[in-house]
Each structure stands twice: as structure tokens, then as C-alpha cells.
């Protein structure tokens, strides 16, 4: 939606949004637009006002209505905003743009500009990567010898041990549109034992269909690497990779190969074909099916020295409050584990997630994990190396009653201090503008009296549309909050001078642009309350901030009961 506050040249003047696209939408013709423009011009023209000060006020309006006009009625600028809005508008190089273009040559010329901008920016990203993994065997607290411990001392405390962990991290460097160097590094030790690595990757995409990249890394349990990878699209629906490696070490020379094709068989399956060559070579084949509701996956191996064969079925299920309960069967050579969990979105960027997997012979674990914007934080817990319904059930409620516990306790008061002080903060950075905006609504609501005057008289003597009271801001129902009635400001004379021919039309956008409004309550939800007289008879409606609301209907009036 269109309002004068969107437009570039007088962007910080008068908050006024009466203009066409208030009136009729951004669909409105050039005769709409005339239409509406005189009679704005009518209604703030300075000569229609003797007192000095309202004479002022009615020539700042007037002039800002002007300059609303001269944007709106631009073909250019108009086309830029209907197909980018503001954030069109204020893309730099349009004034080099040559004049009469379609909206379709705009939209091209605004994606170069904007692919311009991107690569003035590109030096600027790193996408910092990182996984943190931290294993914890707790088999002590499910399954001990009592007699063990009976002389030792401290062994009446369940041993918890941290088995392993695992840190790794990456960043990216762009080098030029088509070229990117990553550096990555890990961490690993496991029982006591450990080592780490270091890669370096450069990546060219070479088309549209592929790209390829050298690997270069070293650590201390492994000597050099030099590797290479290329994707290529084959078809649509085809595409393959392959990979060739060498690993440098005191036993020679160790080299390894991986191809891989893949293809859609229908809109959620891919089929898979890999072949892998090297101390662990091996042929697989798979098939994944990947729904909103489910993933099911079937895959057969035969290698050396591992061969199986898989199936894993995952219900997903997803409710409004993001979050996400998962269930699984893995079965084939290597036993049977069953698998379920959920997933929830705890921030704009966190996601917290935990698993509870049950096998034969794998025993009962439990997995949590954090994701945070682009670092993951994994916990895998092992509890039991049998089936024991003590750890299922400890695995299973235990994390539930400690988010729900944490939840309440500390993440939804952080949350909700967060947004009292960003709401606060919001309002004390917009109190100048709000007061500068509340002082123009009323200087625009004197200018409209005799206007509204007219208009009544018009509607009264044909029994039409007459506003007897409106309402706009944050409505409460709790009569002890007083205090939040002041969030509501009286609107009955900008609407009323809104109607015309019996009608009054408002279209899908924030009601604190129309004219003789102002947002009396920054940051928090409004509504629109009316009580209009139409035909003799009372109608009464309730209507959200960015609604469209056309009046009259009759399923607004109300019953001579009530």
C-alpha cells in the first residue's frame, strides 16, 4: 500500500496516506487518481481557510498532497513500487534509467541493480560454519554391579563418563562471483585418544549445470590430502558427482575414488546409485521419499568389509507452534533401532531437538541437539547397552519435563522482558515522530469540519452512511486495566469524511496512513471498532489493522434486542 511516507523526496515530511491507494487501490486508474487528488486538494486548499494558523496547517497539507500526486502520477515510479515497494524505490541508479519502460524491463533493470549491490557486498560474507559433539555414557546409572563398589571409595555415585568429542568449524571467502575458498578444521578425540585436521577447499562454479573443487588438507593422526570433486546436472532430473582422493601417510600412498548418480523419480523420491573405491570399498543403492508427513528410505550395500540392507520409515508430524514430532524404524543386517523424537523452534534462529533410539544390539541413547543460526551443538547420550524400560522411560520424560521446566521458567520470561524492552525502546525512539504525527492528524481533522459538515447533511437527508463513532488503537477487555484505554484514539471525522455516495471502502493496509489517523500505540496490534447509522438502522463492526473493511453490510447491524 502506497502512502506519502513511502515516497523518497518527502520521507520525512507529513505521515499522510491519503492518496489513491487508499481510496481505490493499487489498481486505481489515472482518473482515479485525478479524482481523488482534487478532492484532497479540495478539502486542504488553503484559501478555504480564513484563520491564519489553520491556513498553515492547510498549506503544508496541501503541498505534501502535491508531491504524493507528481510520484503517483510518474508511470516509472509508480511501477517501481508496485512491483518492489518502498525498498524499490530507494535502490540506487533508477535516475540513470531510461524513461517509458514496461514493468517487465524495470523489473530486470531493478534485478541488476541488485545484483549489482550483492557483489558489492560479497567480500563482506564468511558464513561462519561450526558443529560442537559432545558424547556422555551414563550406563552407570542403569546398569551396575552394586558388589563392585561396595570397597571402593566414592562407589556409591553412578560413574558419569565423557567419552568423546568433536569440534568442527569452517568459513567461507568469496573470491570472485563464481570462485569460493572455504577453511575448515576439526578437533576429535575419543577414549583418551585424539587428533585433528585442517582443509583448505576451492571451489569454481563453472555453469549454470555444474562445478567442481580441490581439496588440500593435513592433520597429525594422517598425512597429506590432496582431493578433487565435480557436480554435474545431467539432465533436469539427473545429476552426478565424482571425487578422487590421495592420502599421503608412512604406509604409502593410500588412493580412494566415490562416483555417484542421482535422479528424480517423481516430485518427493530420488533414487541413488553410488560406487566407492578405497580401504572400504563398497556398491549402494538407495531409494529416499521425502514428504511433508514422511521420509521413508530403502538402501542396499554390499561391500568390504560392511553389507546390509536398510529400511527407515519417518512420520512427521507439525503443528502451528513449529514444532515437529518425528517417529522411525531403522532395520537390516546390523539389527533393528527404533527411533522417535521432537523438534522446536525455540527463537527466530534456535531450533531445539531430542531422539530417543532403541536398538538391538545398539541398547537405548538419547540425542539432543541445538542449532543455533549456523553452529550446532549435538549431546549424544548412550544410557543403556540393553533394552531397559527404566532408561526408555527416563530418556523419553526426562528432557520433556526439563524443557517444559526451563520453558516456563527462564526461556518464556526472557523472551517476554526481551519484547517489553524492545517495545519500549521503539516507543522512545518514535516518540518525537509519534507527537510530530499526532500534532498533523489533529491540524488535518480541523481542516476536515466543514467538509464533514457538508457530507452529513448530504448522507442525513437520503437516510445514508453516517460514522457516530469510531475507534482506533488496542482494545482491552480487562475493565482493571485502564491504563491501556489511553492506546485508543476517536476517528470519527477522518472516516466520515472518507464516505462517499453512502459507501466507505478501505483497502489492505495499516489504517494509521489515512488521513486525520496516527499510531497511538507503536509496536502493539490494533483494531478499527465502528458504529455507523445506515437507513435509519444501527451497525457496529470490528476490524483488524490491515484489513480491507467496506461498509455498509448488513451483517453489521444489529438487533433492536441488542
Not at 518492489?84 to 541493480?113: C, D, H, M, S
Amino acid at each position: 500500500m502506497l502512502t506519502l511516507l513511502d515516497m523518497p523526496s518527502i520521507h520525512q515530511s507529513l505521515h499522510l496516506s491519503s492518496t489513491v491507494y487508499l481510496f481505490y487501490g493499487p489498481q486505481a486508474t489515472q482518473e482515479e487518481l485525478k479524482s481523488s487528488y482534487r478532492r484532497l486538494c479540495m478539502l486542504y486548499h488553503p484559501d478555504k481557510h480564513r484563520d491564519p494558523e489553520l491556513k498553515r496547517q492547510a498549506e503544508q497539507l496541501f503541498t505534501y498532497v502535491h508531491q504524493a500526486y507528481e510520484v503517483l502520477s510518474d508511470p516509472q515510479s509508480r511501477a517501481i513500487y508496485d512491483i518492489f515497494g518502498k525498498k524499490g524505490l530507494e535502490v540506487e541508479g533508477w535516475e540513470v534509467v531510461e524513461r517509458k519502460r514496461t514493468p517487465a524491463e524495470i523489473r530486470e533493470e531493478y534485478e541488476r541493480l541488485q545484483r549489482e549491490r550483492d557483489e558489492r557486498r560479497l567480500q563482506q560474507r564468511t558464513n561462519p560454519k561450526g558443529t560442537i559433539s559432545v558424547g556422555i555414557d551414563v550406563t552407570d546409572l542403569f546398569d551396575r554391579y552394586e558388589e563392585d563398589f561396595e570397597d571402593v571409595p566414592g562407589g556409591g555415585f553412578p560413574h558419569i563418563e565423557i567419552n568423546r568429542m568433536h569440534i568442527s568449524q569452517s568459513i567461507e571467502a568469496p573470491l570472485t562471483t563464481s570462485d569460493t575458498a572455504v577453511l575448515s578444521g576439526s578437533l576429535s578425540t575419543r577414549n583418551g585418544n585424539g587428533g585433528g585436521n585442517i582443509n583448505l577447499c576451492v571451489r569454481r562454479v563453472t555453469s549454470a549445470r555444474g562445478w567442481g573443487e580441490l581439496e588440500f588438507g593435513a592433520g597429525d593422526t594422517r598425512g597429506p590430502l590432496f582431493g578433487m570433486k565435480v557436480f554435474r546436472n545431467v539432465t533436469a532430473r539427473c545429476f552426478v558427482t565424482a571425487q578422487w582422493g590421495l592420502q599421503f601417510s608412512s604406509r604409502g600412498v593410500r588412493p580412494s575414488a566415490t562416483t555417484m548418480m542421482a535422479r528424480h523419480l517423481d516430485q518427493n523420491t530420488m533414487g541413488y546409485l553410488q560406487w566407492r573405491w578405497g580401504s572400504q570399498s563398497a556398491m549402494t543403492t538407495s531409494i529416499v521419499r521425502d514428504t511433508k508427513t514422511s521420509h521413508f528410505t530403502l538402501a542396499l550395500q554390499l561391500g568390504v568389509p560392511h553389507s546390509y540392507l536398510m529400511m527407515s520409515y519417518q512420520y512427521k508430524f507439525q503443528d502451528e507452534d513449529q514444532t515437529k514430532v518425528k517417529g522411525s524404524i531403522k532395520t537390516g543386517f546390523f539389527g533393528t533401532v527404533v527411533e522417535y523424537g521432537a523438534e522446536r523452534k525455540i527463537s527466530p534462529h534456535s531450533v531445539l531437538a531430542a531422539t530417543v533410539s532403541i536398538g538391538v544390539p545398539q541398547g537405548v541413547s538419547l540425542k539432543i541437539r541445538l542449532n543455533r543460526a549456523s553452529q550446532t551443538y549435538l549431546f549424544p547420550i548412550h544410557l543403556t547397552d540393553q533394552i531397559l524400560p527404566s532408561a526408555v522411560f527416563y530418556a523419553t520424560v526426562g528432557p520433556l519435563a526439563i524443557y517444559l521446566a526451563v520453558q516456563k521458567l527462564i526461556i518464556m520470561p526472557y523472551v517476554r522482558a526481551q519484547k517489553e524492552q524492545e517495545l519500549e525502546k521503539q516507543k522512545e525512539d518514535s516518540a518525537s515522530e509519534i507527537a510530530r504525527r499526532k500534532q498533523e492528524a489533529e491540524a488535518s481533522v480541523l481542516l476536515m469540519q466543514e467538509s464533514v459538515k457538508r457530507i452529513i447533511d448530504a448522507e442525513d437527508s437520503k437516510m445514508g452512511l453516517i460514522i457516530l463513532n469510531a475507534w482506533y488503537g488496542k482494545f482491552v477487555s480487562d475493565n482493571s486495566q485502564k491504563r491501556e484505554r489511553a492506546k485508543v484514539i476517536d476517528v470519527t471525522v477522518p472516516l466520515q469524511c472518507l464516505v462517499k455516495d453512502s459507501k466507505l471502502i478501505l483497502t489492505e493496509a495499516s489504517k494509521a496512513g489515512l488521513p486525520g489517523f496516527y499510531d497511538p500505540c507503536v509496536g502493539e496490534e490494533k483494531s478499527l471498532k465502528l458504529l455507523y447509522q445506515f437507513r435509519g438502522a444501527m451497525h457496529q463492526v470490528l476490524s483488524g489493522d490491515t484489513e480491507p473493511l467496506k461498509i455498509p453490510k448488513q451483517t453489521h447491524r444489529i438487533n433492536s434486542e441488542t
